[in-house]
Each structure stands twice: as C-alpha cells, then as structure tokens.
C-alpha cells in the first residue's frame, strides 16, 4: 500500500516556541493532506485540509495563526505550530488520499505515523 | 465535528471469539470506511463500503451498512491477541472527500 511519513514521531518544545511537522507521502503524490489532532483515549478531529499550490482549508474553531499549514510540493505538506502552549500538546495525525487506488471521495486515506508534542 | 457514535466504547473478548463493533452516524454518506488504531499509532485503513452496498468481507473481517438507519457494523471473527486496538468509522459525504471519525471502539483480546 501507499505510504505516509510523519516526521518527527514525538518532540518536546518549550512553552512559547515553534513545532513543525512533517507529512510526506512517499511513493505517490498528494495533492491533498490532511491534518487531525486527537486527545488521549478521544477520536481524531479534523483541523485543517492541506490543498498542494493553494492556502489550507481549516475547520470551524481552529486557528490559522497558530497552526501553520504549507504544502509546498506534491508530496510533503508540513503543520507549525506556532508560540505553542502546554494546551496545544496532543498526538497530531497527518494523512493522504491516493487517487489512483480510487476516484476523489471514493479511497482510502493513508496515515502517518502521528507525532507526540509536548508542550512544557 | 464528530459523526457519529460507535458502540461499545470498550471491549474485551477472548481469543478467537468473534468481536462485533457498531457505528451510527446523522448524515447521508458517500461511503464509511473503518480504521484500525494501535495505541499511539497512525490509523491503518480496514475496509471501504460504498452507500450502494450493504455487506464486505475482507479476510476476517465483514463489514455491513444499513442507509437506513444510518448504521454499520464491523465483525472480525476469530480473534487474535493481534486484533487488539481501537478501531474507528469514518463517513465521507457526497461531493467531498474528508473524513469525518466516529468516537472509537477500544477493543482488547485476552490471550
């Protein structure tokens, strides 16, 4: 199957500085990614949809200030989390839809790995 | 937002017993799919099933859609220590293609 790559897995960051995250699919191109956040032993929430050459679409309720969201090329879309505060640590869950094992709304999505940010 | 609701929340079940996850959900869908996720892992995509279908199998795995109650189920049979994991349905709806979660099925095999 297509693969996901999340980068990094876990990091921990000081109160106040930035966190970037890396979503890369690795053996086909994404032209659409999309970044969740879930909370311990919770579903994941959707945060934003990361849209290749265009500005992210971001849920109702999520800061666009504070998550950051580039997708500068077919096959890496990255997440900053901006001036982050011990309330912004969760698991946070790239994924990618691969077109060619379906039509747009009709695949399956690939995830990666997720990262662990801790906030101190 | 969430879809909707899964049930059980948890699960626990002997090895090689069959588990039986249920997922209700508000809105009309293009497809459900569901996922399963070891603790502290990405998801791993299960099975798609389609509005216009109402059963499939995949391996051990059987899932079944009801439009009109707005209801699946996903049965794995003969369970395995391996199985353990929390598993999520997710509803795609018409003319988009995000992926709204439900709240998850903690599901564990006792060896």
């Known amino acids: 199957g297509a693969v996901v790559s999340q980068h990094p897995s876990w990091v921990i960051c000081k109160s106040g500085t930035s966190v970037k995250i890396e979503c890369r699919s690795l053996d086909f191109q994404a032209t659409t990614m999309f970044w969740y956040r879930q909370f311990p032993k919770q579903s994941l929430m959707l945060m934003a949809t990361s849209n290749e050459g265009s500005k992210a679409t971001y849920e109702q309720g999520v800061e666009k200030d504070k998550f950051l969201i580039n997708h500068a090329s077919l096959t890496l879309s990255t997440l900053t989390v901006t001036s982050a505060h011990p309330e912004d640590s969760s698991f946070y869950i790239c994924?990618?839809?691969?077109?060619?094992?379906?039509?747009?709304?009709?695949?399956?999505?690939?995830f990666g790995q997720g990262t662990r940010l801790t906030v101190v | 937002s969430q879809q909707g609701e899964e049930d059980p929340q948890a699960l626990s079940i002997q090895e090689g017993e069959n588990a039986t996850m249920n997922c209700s959900y508000k809105?009309?869908?293009?497809?459900l799919q569901w996922y399963r996720q070891n603790s502290g892992r990405g998801l791993v995509h299960l099975i798609l099933?389609?509005?216009?279908?109402r059963e499939k199998h995949s391996g051990r795995l059987r899932v079944t859609l009801d439009t009109s109650k707005k209801s699946s189920s996903l049965l794995i049979t003969a369970s395995r220590a391996a199985d353990t994991a929390s598993y999520f349905c997710a509803t795609v709806p018409f003319g988009n293609e995000k992926l709204t979660f439900g709240t998850g099925t903690r599901l564990t095999i006792i060896p």
């Open positions: 994924s990618a839809p691969n077109y060619r094992t379906g039509s747009r709304g009709n695949t399956e999505a690939f």
């Open positions: 809105t009309s869908i293009n497809n």
């Open positions: 099933i389609r509005s216009n279908e």
